[in-house]
């Protein structure tokens, strides 16, 4: 019974602040991202990248064979409507933030995400395509509210 209580009290502060639980969702307005940009937002003091991706962009993502991917994974299984890639804006090596959402950012190789702290290159799908990373960019849980609106979280 006692070990218990050690174990609780060891484990408790690495549960999120209350701060942090308050804000357990996040709605974001698609409206104010036009096609070709991308907005970073924050959900649960993570970073979460929105693309708003043209034709040309889901055309290629869906376009690449499952065999050319370290973490195969069907863009279709990425994104609830192919023109919104929503996804956690952390490397999945080490924790480093990408490169590729803001304007004149290195994009890598594959016209997505570059993680410049170790040469981890993602698609426009946020799938690993080269370096170290072992996972592609995670999605988080999200819905649409409507044509407009999502709620992260």
Known sequence: PGGGVVACSFIEPMNPAADTLAIASTEVDLSTIGEGQRMTVVWRGTPVFVRHR???????????????????EPDSERVEKPEWLIMIGICT????IPLGQKSGEQKG???G?????HGSHYDTSGRIR???APDNL?????TFLDDTTIRIG
């Open 113 to 117: 995400w570059f993680c410049p702290c």
């Open 130 to 132: 080269k370096g170290p």
């Open 54 to 72: 043209t034709a040309q962009e889901i055309a290629e993502a869906e376009a690449v064979p499952m065999a050319d991917l370290t973490d195969p």
């Open 138 to 142: 995670l999605i988080p849980p999200y």
């Open 93 to 96: 090596h080490l924790g480093c």
């Open 109 to 111: 190789d594959y016209g």
